[in-house]
Each structure stands twice: as C-alpha cells, then as structure tokens.
C-alpha cells in the first residue's frame, strides 16, 4: 500500500492584461506560452496523434459528430500554441487560458515541487511576455472570476484497468465530494455568477453539474469518465475536474495524497472487497451533485446531507470513514506495529497518512469554534487554505468592508491567486502557511525531469538535441532520421514508468562521445528494455 503511482497535475492561469478593460485572451495566452519557449525547443509541435478524447471509460465512444466542438482536444487549431518545459512538462493554450501540464512524478510530494515549478515558470513568462507586448500580463492560479467563467485545476493518476469503474466512479464521488472541506482554497460569492454573497470552502464547487460524464468545460461531472490513459493497456488514467488551484503546500499534497491511497485501496480491494462494498452502500450520496454545493457554501462545518440508504452524515463524517477503510485494509494486508499503526511501506506514504488525520482534526476543531475563535486559530489556518483566506477577508469585512457583497473583498479574492509578487496578497501572508517544497527544490523541478518516470528522457532530449527534436507527445517522441526513407524516426514511450533516467543515462552519455543520430539513440534505448 502507497501513495506512489504515476501521477500529475494541470493548471488552466487566469489572464488579463495589466491594464485596460478590453483584450483578447487567447492573443494574451499566445504571448505567454511563447514567452515560456526556450528559442531552440520553439519549433517542437505537439503531436495529437495518440489523443482520444471521445473515448468514454463506461466502455464506449462518443461520435465525433455528435462531440460538442470543445471536446476534441485532439484537433490542431491555428491558436493553439504548444511549448516543451525544460522539466519534460508542456505550456499550452487551453480554451482561452494558458496551461501547465507538470511532468509525470511517482508520489504526491514530488508532484507538489512540479506544481509549484510550474507557478514559477508561468511567472516568468508573464514578465516575458509583458516586455514584448510593451505592456503588463497578469496570470492568476485561481478557478473563478466570480461572474460564471471557470477554468481547470485538473489532477491524473494512473491506476490499474481491471478495477471496475463503477466501483472507481462510486468512491471517488464519495471523496471528491467530501474532501473540499480540508483542500478548498475558499472563494467569495455563491452560486456561479455569484449570486449571493458569502464565503465557501471551494472555487470550483458552483460549477459542477453533473455526478459522472465525458465532458470537462460544460455540465462539468464529479467523476469524469475520458478514457485516454496515455499509457500501456494495463492502466487508464483517472482524470479529476473538480479541485481547486491551491497556493498552499498543505492542500495540494493532500488532494494527491488521499486519491492516492483510494485508488490504492481500489487496487487491492481482492481479499477486503466485500467491506469496501459495504462502505460504499452505507455512505452513497443520495444526491452528489447537491452535496458537492451544500458541503462547499457550509462554514459551520456541520450540515448533513443525504444518504441514498437512508438518513445523514457530514462530509467530516464520510472523510473519517474512508480513512478507517484505508487504515483497516492497510492492516489486514500488511499488518501493524507494536502501536497498531499499519506498517506503510515507504516515507510518503507514512506523512501522508498523519497529513489525513491532523486535517481531521483542524477541521473538527474548527467545526466547532465561532467566529471570533476561528479568527485566531493560526495553527489550523496555516494548514487550511480556505480558513487562512477567510481569515484574511472576515478581518478586512469587519473593519470597514461590512458585506460580503464589498467589491475589495472580491478583489482580494483575486488578488490572492496572483502571480506577480508585487500584487498577489497570498505571497504576503505565506510564512503564515506550513511549506512542504523548499525553493531549492521547486528551482530544481523548474529545469529537471523527475529521474524515475518517462518525462526524463522528454527533458534530455530538450536539453541536448532539440534541434533533431520534431514532436512530441506524452506517450511518443519523433526525431529526424536521415538514414530512413521517412527521414523520421517515431519513438514509443507509452510506459510512463520507463525511459527513466537508470534506463537512459549511459546510452545518453555514449551519444555525447560518439557519433550517432538522436533516432539511433532512441533505438538503442528502445531495444535495451
């Protein structure tokens, strides 16, 4: 039992210029993720051979014809623009928005450095691309604009297929119901345009429609059933829609973490699934859709929703039950020490564990706190993000704001997701948050392939010779091959788990003092697995 897997994240940044009222985003998306090209990487497309996107994981396909427009990601358009990160991630314009997608990482920690190298590099291209355009662009990691736009915070881990995905579908919608009390990042306003004023525990929370569905950008569903795994036939990717951009380490380490050990959980259910078949039966929502809404507009921490057997629990109550389903299955798999604790089998696994339970535990205690105590809980706010931003707003409201309906309110809202420094109200109050990605690491991840997935060798292959570098995909590589008839070579790395940087380094090393073609190179590599 682990939190290791391949997993990753993707971030959809919010952007504007830095002054004016008119612009065009997808002309200011351009310039970003421009400006994020390294000159000798800029001429590598991005090959969308291997997209799938009307597959559906519910064993069938969607007709093309019948796809809405924004659903065939597979498409090239003119305004689509593509860059390879140094880190063996990819920037690119996604509906209007410019978008990080982080390099494959093995556990939740490493995938946090990724994330927050990813706020790094989207940081300087900004500043690039303002200095070309003569004027300011401003990216926000944020979720909403508070006026009914939402774009994505999206997370992917790779899990095996033959679970069924009924059963993924029924615990994930459990959990990604419930655990926005403990990784929301809080939001101004409720209802998607904002409707009502107030404060809730999510951004994204408004905005989903649906309890399962093909579709991302409209009718969005809590559990998104796109089969497009972007790996071998053994795997499919779970594709996670409904989570908010966190700015603190806390909540974006848990929301990887506890899937994680879900999907794990899943994934060994063999001998125990008649217990987790019986969780599930016990606690299924009657209605996720609007549990997802209430649980998030909920400061109290208290209300109940509905169970489809019969009476009603709170999202704190559904979170301690899978966390006791996790620690039991742990236990009956691989036993337990002196103090009962299940013997985790590696480091991440362990802190994340203790991360679920002390989550738990800031969040009854501040379940059970008014308002005035709430303001002062500074150990709990710097492990909650949506508690350390109301606090931040709630002082701001008592002080002169008076309703919630008070535009700077909003506007601080906003601000807090900024990426400039100068502007951006979390960087001002971030020592009040628990760090868990040093900036030595978060530097490394900005030009460093995680060592133990594929997305090594897409890095090298940037580093070292973009110039022979045609396309790229997650799962493929082509390269220039003057010796074929083609004169190019495809490289097939659909195992996300090899290419690694053990597997590659001599060969690598061998090419640097040796005369031999980058297609030679990946043969050599490709026939020594």
């Keep these: 039992m682990s939190v290791r897997r391949v997993m990753g994240t993707e971030t959809e940044f919010a952007v504007s210029p830095a002054r004016g009222a008119r612009y065009d985003p997808v002309r200011l998306s351009s310039e970003v993720v421009r400006a994020a090209a390294d000159s000798s990487a800029a001429h590598i497309r991005w090959d969308y051979r291997q997209e799938d996107p009307v ?30 990160a140094a880190n063996g991630g990819r920037i690119y314009i996604d509906h209007a928005h410019p978008e990080y997608s982080a390099p494959e990482t093995m556990d939740p920690f490493e995938a946090l450095a990724y994330d927050r190298a990813g706020e790094a590099i989207m940081r300087r ?90 579709q991302t950008t409209f009718d969005r569903p809590i559990v998104n059933t796109r089969d497009e795994p972007h790996s071998t036939d053994e795997y499919r990717r779970l594709h996670v829609i409904t989570a908010d951009a966190n700015r603190m380490d806390v909540p974006q380490a848990l929301k990887l973490g506890t899937t994680s050990m879900l999907l794990w959980m899943l994934e060994r259910s063999g001998p125990s699934g008649t217990a987790l078949a019986r969780l599930l039966d016990e606690v299924e929502l009657e209605d996720p859709v609007e549990a997802m809404h209430v649980i998030s507009h909920d400061l109290t921490l208290g209300r109940e929703v509905a169970l489809r ?59 059970h706190a008014d308002d005035t105590q709430r303001l002062g809980m500074e150990q709990e706010a710097s492990r909650l993000e949506w508690l350390l931003k109301w606090q931040l707003l709630e002082r701001l409201r008592r002080r002169g704001a008076g ?12 601000r807090w997701a900024a990426l400039d420094h100068s502007s951006c109200v979390f960087d001002r109050l971030s020592e009040r948050a628990v760090s868990l990605c040093d900036e030595s690491d978060m530097l490394r991840a900005c030009g460093q392939a995680p060592p133990d997935t594929r997305a090594w060798l897409r890095s090298e ?24 008839e083609r004169g190019l070579f495809t490289c097939d790395m659909s195992d996300p788990t090899g290419f690694t940087r053990d597997e590659c380094a001599d060969a690598i090393a061998r090419c640097d003092g040796e005369t031999m073609t980058v297609a030679d190179l990946l043969r050599t590599i490709t026939h020594g697995r």
């Design 55 to 84: 597959n559906d994981a519910r064993g069938h396909r969607v007709a093309r014809a019948d796809a809405p427009r924004e659903m065939l990601t597979d498409v090239p358009q003119r305004t689509i623009t593509n860059t390879i």
């Design 125 to 214: 291209a900004q500043e690039r691309a303002g200095d070309r355009c003569g004027s300011g662009i401003r990216l926000y990691k944020n979720n909403v604009d508070g006026k009914g736009a939402s774009w994505g915070s999206h997370e992917n881990y790779m899990m095996l297929r033959d679970v069924p995905f009924d059963e993924v579908a029924a615990l994930m919608t459990l959990h990604l119901v419930t655990r926005q009390i403990f990784i929301g990042s809080g939001r101004v306003g409720l209802g998607e345009r904002s409707e009502s004023s107030g404060f809730q525990l999510s951004q994204r929370a408004d905005y989903i429609h649906a309890p399962i569905g093909l």
């Design 309 to 367: 057997a019969g009476g009603h629990a709170t999202a704190w109550q559904i979170q301690v039950r899978l966390l006791e389903a996790v620690f039991e299955t742990a236990a009956s798999s691989f036993g337990t020490d002196s103090r009962g604790e299940p013997q985790w089998p590696d480091a991440p696994t362990a802190r994340i564990m203790r991360m679920w339970r002390t989550a738990l535990g800031d969040v009854a205690r501040v379940r």
């Design 403 to 414: 309703s919630w309906r008070d535009p700077r309110l909003a506007e601080a809202d906003i």
């Design 461 to 484: 292959l940037v580093h070292r010779f973009a110039p022979q570098v045609v396309a790229f995909s997650w799962t493929h590589v082509t390269v220039r091959d003057p010796g074929s």
